[in-house]
């Protein structure tokens, strides 16, 4: 990054940058690790900005945006009304772990909301507004439901062994109503340590190249999709993630995803998780045929 002419006001927008990308709110310390910056610098910071009301501190002396940021722009027209909001913290609870809520569009993926179960493990991924191309698996539980064109385009971003059974994906999605994802019964374990590093350390703190990689790699060791006789299966097995088309009237514009990333699920409980995905998909594209 060029010399910045003016470091103060270059502090006071990293900040800021940091507090509005970030999914929760974030102590001194953490922000001050995070920009590489003494901690006395970000007090400073954060004291003007809190007076100023462009930052919120809470009883636990955490910091994020404040009100006066909000009140610069309008509301975002992508942002899950109340109702939907709330079916998302019930499928959060019911699974009880993460859940996020893209909308699968023009040939991305954007995060458009997250929910937490309490006391679930957290595992940092993207942020709600943050936006990737979509490939291969990601988008498979809307695909059924989309044009010829746009399936054979996404089809056509499978690569290796994963282009031979992704069509069966998508039978397994429209007969299922979702997908279930694996990872390679001899990743299982590292999985677990992937996960564990990330929701240890926080994805504001890790260095972002190496946060970046770390994510790769754990959603490549996780993205291998069950097939029947998995999900069918007596064994205990491990299961990632799981996703379900979200309809707004006739179309699927987006895909809730639950990730439970347990290394033995079994029968019962896959059957479970498939379940409750199903009913809170359904429940949040009935709140979103509401707000119409």
């Not at 939907?84 to 609870?93: F, H, I, Q, T």
């Not at 190496?210 to 998995?230: F, S």
């Not at 979200?246 to 439970?260: H, L, M, N, R, T």
Request: with cysteine.
């Amino acid at each position: 990054m060029p010399e910045s002419a003016s470091p103060p006001t270059r502090r006071v927008i990293e900040v800021m940058e940091l507090l509005t990308r970030s999914d929760r709110a974030l102590t001194a310390s953490e922000i001050a690790a995070a920009l590489s910056l003494a901690r006395a610098t970000i007090t400073a910071v954060l004291t003007e900005l809190t007076d100023a009301g462009w930052v919120h501190r809470d009883r636990d002396r955490r910091f994020g945006p404040g009100p006066a940021l909000a009140a610069l722009s309008t509301a975002d027209p992508e942002s899950p009304n109340a109702a939907v909001s709330a079916e998302l913290r019930a499928l959060a609870v019911a699974a009880q772990c993460g859940v996020t809520l893209s909308r699968i569009a023009d040939g991305r993926l954007t995060v458009v909301a997250k929910e937490y179960a309490l006391g679930a493990r957290i595992v940092p991924g993207l942020a709600v507004g943050q936006s990737i191309p979509l490939a291969y698996p990601a988008g498979a539980a809307v695909m059924p439901w989309r044009g010829e064109s746009e399936r054979s385009a996404w089809l056509a971003t499978a690569t290796g062994p994963a282009r031979r059974s992704a069509p069966a994906l998508l039978r397994f999605v429209s007969t299922h109503g979702c997908a279930v994802f694996r990872p390679d019964s001899d990743d299982a374990g590292l999985v677990d340590v992937l996960a564990e590093l990330l929701g240890a350390v926080g994805s504001e703190v890790v260095q972002p190249e190496l946060r970046a990689r770390v994510l790769r790699q754990l959603a490549r060791l996780t993205a291998r999709p069950y097939r029947e006789a998995d999900l069918t299966s007596a064994e205990s097995l491990p299961v990632s993630y799981l996703s379900a088309p979200v309809f707004d009237s006739s179309a699927a514009p987006y895909e809730v995803q639950i990730g439970p990333l347990r290394s033995a699920v079994s029968h019962t409980d896959r059957a479970r998780y498939v379940e409750t995905i199903r009913q809170g998909a359904e429940a949040i594209s009935m709140a979103y045929e509401r707000r119409g």
